[in-house]
């Protein structure tokens, strides 16, 4: 057994928090919120420079052939700042997808740009009657001549508005459910018959609904096998969903951190309200939450390369306890912060709507202990 | 023992209902139902027809304007509002600063004021917090000091609701530093067009703009506008937070927040089926309706005591805690149920632009609204508050 970090790792770590520390600061993420762009480009650009966008991608392929313990290094770094850049959509599961199942001509024109932060990709894997069933696709593609037409509609696709190339799952074949007849396609977002309707969510992210009225593409823009997306999906999906994990992590340790120690400052009735035992058995309860989800995202990201039915099963089991601990640990945080963690200025609240958010994301905890329990 | 109504009440409730039915406004509920910002206008207007109606204020005395009716009635009155989702009627003015003038006030004071709060045409807000005291209010420090006839005030009020809408505000102040905390406190009222005052709007994480900070530089209070005695502001602020606590259950709207938990249910799929079928979800929905059934026969209970002369005593913390706790509940399960679509930001949609929303309109504000309601077990003296209150007073630890 062995829960430490490699030298090699632990530059890694270094070098990310180094980032939050001194060019993530809470006063520069709100007014990245606020821009019209909603992120950074100049820092996306950076981390290419700092190689963080190569990370999974294989020394062919020019990237540095991390494992999935470097990209949740990131993940929970980016969970301490709260970083709102494409890494999840464009390095996780755009990358996830195109690692596995890109063809050669794509991972040649693609990957160099996107790993030097020169290229956003995301990934439309919901529709608006889907839910969390990523086999739940009513978009089709009909085969033409030489390629596919593609029609439909996907929603809430994150990182949407700054997208390069967006990653669409559509039917080839099969009714709406069927896990088989499921392809995926490689779209540039300015392509003819894309339409988007861009929104802010309510955690600080960018998002799009994306209309697909009849657009063309060639045969090569297919990833992976034709009618075999589904397999591809999910497992690119549940990389993610370790990686958000990571992230839950990182946020839950600010909360947890900042929780305690406005505990120990804040008066109340004469002493400071960590003295009172109702506030400190929270504040254990709050620290139990949060070693027990950072236990189960590791796991869970250690067991990504392992069989389908092992891996869908950890993760599984890390979604629903970063879900259980995400919204305790957040509530609790706002409770005990008072009027002030209500409040925008405070990061308290931030933390807290991006930790709700990623109880939804890629499963809440209800579809995931379905899935746990299948 | 007897669970229903009697003839009398059940004609009381569908005299209620007709009136509701009959007079209010359809664009304010049209407003309301979409869950859209609250708007000062939508709420002086609902509170008016009340007040033509002489209902405006049913817990006062009738000599005040109130309506004689018995509690059962005011229950059912509430009720009725509740499930109409008529604007909640704004406490500052009838539920909180009201009963104190006329408990406590002089004559003058109760010409003074209480017509204004009655018809709605003056709106109150409340000065009680501070930012080093929140539930530790007796801690509090702005100060008042008496110069011949009047209160120089200089200090400040945070979380104050709603004050960027108030003609008056209500306040508690320092008026003597050398006794016991909770000894030197008075209750002041004064305008908020007083020069010195500044108002400055604090952000909620929802992104709404309800509260603020409120400022206070020199301000000059006439001291006529002292209520009761300099020194036992302590006692009105005590008696005025115990009527806070009545209705704060909220039975009626939780109910109406079931029924559209259940409608979205109905309406959402899941693997092709509407969300109402799913097992755990459909589970969480039962025992959630379950707990606010049993709130409600809390509530009941406390109010035939209340009937039968005995006022809400400590056991109305029970009240606060529990529907607090109920009325999160249901935002949580609405989030749920809004899967995807409750990432989506519709924060100028909220504010009445007439950009479209994102996903269906029923969950477009779900994240917003459980964001937000994670203030209620918050304020009113936070729910930590309420149980040391339960465990002291109820159960003599």
């Known amino acids: 057994m062995d829960f430490n970090y490699s030298d090699e790792q632990k530059l890694l770590i270094d070098s990310v928090e180094r980032f939050i520390q001194d060019d993530y600061g809470f006063d520069t993420r709100r007014a990245i919120l606020k821009s019209d762009e909603g992120f950074r480009r100049d820092l996306w650009q950076k981390f290419g420079e700092l190689g ?4 999974p991608f294989a020394e062919e392929d020019g990237g540095l052939g991390g494992t999935p313990v470097e990209t949740m290094i990131i993940m929970e770094s980016f969970g301490r700042g709260l970083v709102v850049e494409p890494y999840l959509s464009t390095v996780v599961l755009a990358g996830g997808l195109l690692r596995a199942g890109g063809t050669p001509a794509q991972r040649e024109t693609v990957l160099p740009d996107l790993m030097a932060g020169g290229l956003i990709v995301a990934v439309g894997y919901a529709e608006p009657t889907s839910r969390f069933n990523l086999a739940d696709v009513s978009t089709t593609a009909t085969a033409t001549g030489g390629g596919y037409v593609l029609k439909g509609r996907k929603s809430v696709v994150l990182h949407g508005p700054m997208a390069d190339k967006v990653i669409v799952s559509a039917r080839t074949s099969g009714g709406q459910r069927d896990e088989a007849g499921i392809t995926l396609f490689l779209v540039d977002a300015g392509a003819a018959g894309v339409t988007r309707q861009d929104y802010p969510t309510v955690d600080g992210l960018r998002a799009s609904e994306l209309v697909l009225d009849g657009v063309a593409v060639g045969a090569d823009a297919v990833v992976g096998e034709v009618g075999s997306g589904f397999l591809l999906l999910e497992k690119a999906v549940d990389e993610a969903t370790a990686a958000i994990c990571a992230e839950a992590v990182g946020a839950m340790e600010v909360l947890h951190k900042a929780t305690l120690e406005y505990a120990r400052t804040r008066v109340q009735f ?5 003295r009172f035992q109702v506030i400190q058995h929270r504040l254990v309860d709050m620290y139990i939450a949060y070693e027990q989800a950072k236990s189960l995202a590791i796991m869970a990201n250690l067991k990504l390369d392992a069989p389908r039915e092992e891996r869908r099963r950890a993760v599984s089991a890390a979604k629903v306890q970063i879900g259980k601990s995400a919204r305790f640990v957040g509530q609790q945080a706002v409770q005990l912060h008072g009027g002030m963690g209500m409040t925008d200025e405070l990061n ?15 499963g809440n905890t209800d579809y995931h202990l379905k899935r746990y329990a299948a | 023992m007897d669970l229903s109504f009697s003839a009398e009440d059940l004609a009381f409730q569908r005299e209620v209902r007709a009136f509701v039915a009959e007079n209010y406004p359809a664009d304010i509920k049209a407003h309301f139902d979409a869950g859209l910002e609250p708007r000062k206008a939508d709420f002086v207007r609902w509170q008016k027809i009340l007040f033509e109606k002489g209902w405006v204020a049913p817990a006062w005395p009738q000599q005040y304007g109130g309506t004689g009716w018995t509690p059962t009635q005011r229950y059912i009155f509430q009720e009725e509002l509740g499930a109409a989702n008529t604007p909640g009627i704004i ?23 209480l017509p204004g709060i009655l018809s709605s045409d003056v709106w109150w807000c409340q000065g009680y917090s501070e930012p080093g005291s929140g539930s530790d209010l007796a801690s509090l420090k702005t100060k008042a000091v008496r110069q011949g006839d009047k209160y120089i005030v200089n200090g400040s009020k945070t979380w104050t609701t709603m004050a960027q809408w108030a003609d008056w505000i209500f306040c508690l102040v320092r008026t003597d530093s050398s006794v016991k905390q909770q000894e030197g406190i008075s209750f002041l009222l004064f305008d908020m067009k007083s020069p010195g005052i500044t108002v400055r709007p604090i952000i909620t994480m929802d992104g709404g703009h309800e509260v603020n900070e409120c400022f206070f530089d020199n301000v000059e209070v006439p001291a006529e506008n002292l209520i009761g005695q300099e020194g036992q502001g302590w006692t009105y602020a005590k008696f005025l937070l115990g009527h806070e606590r009545s209705g704060i259950a909220a039975v009626a709207r939780s109910k109406r927040g079931i029924a559209k938990l259940k409608q979205i249910a109905n309406a959402e799929l899941s693997d092709g089926r509407p969300l109402i079928e799913d097992q755990d979800y459909r589970r969480k929905l039962a025992e959630l309706e379950i707990d606010l059934t049993a709130l409600e026969y809390t509530e009941l209970r406390t109010l035939a005591r209340e009937s039968q002369g005995k006022g809400p005593g400590p056991e109305s913390s029970i009240l606060k805690i529990k529907g607090t706790e109920i009325q999160q509940a249901i935002t949580e399960l609405a989030v749920e149920a809004a899967g995807y679509y409750g990432f989506a930001f519709n924060h100028r949609a909220m504010n009445g632009s007439n950009e479209p929303v994102v996903g269906p309109a029923a969950t477009a504000f779900a994240a917003p609204a459980y964001f937000n309601m994670r203030k209620t077990s918050i304020y009113g003296g936070s729910n930590e508050i309420q149980k040391n209150i339960i465990a002291k007073m109820v159960l003599g630890l």
Do not use: D, N
């Open chain 1, 270 to 274: 004469g002493q400071p309200i960590g």
């Open chain 1, 52 to 55: 963080w966008l190569a990370v």
């Open chain 1, 348 to 362: 308290v609240g931030h933390y807290f709507k991006r930790l709700t958010m990623i109880e939804t994301l890629f």
């Open chain 2, 91 to 113: 406490p500052f003015g009838l539920s909180m600063v009201g009963p104190v003038i006329y408990t406590f006030g002089s004559e003058e004071q109760k010409k003074r004021f």
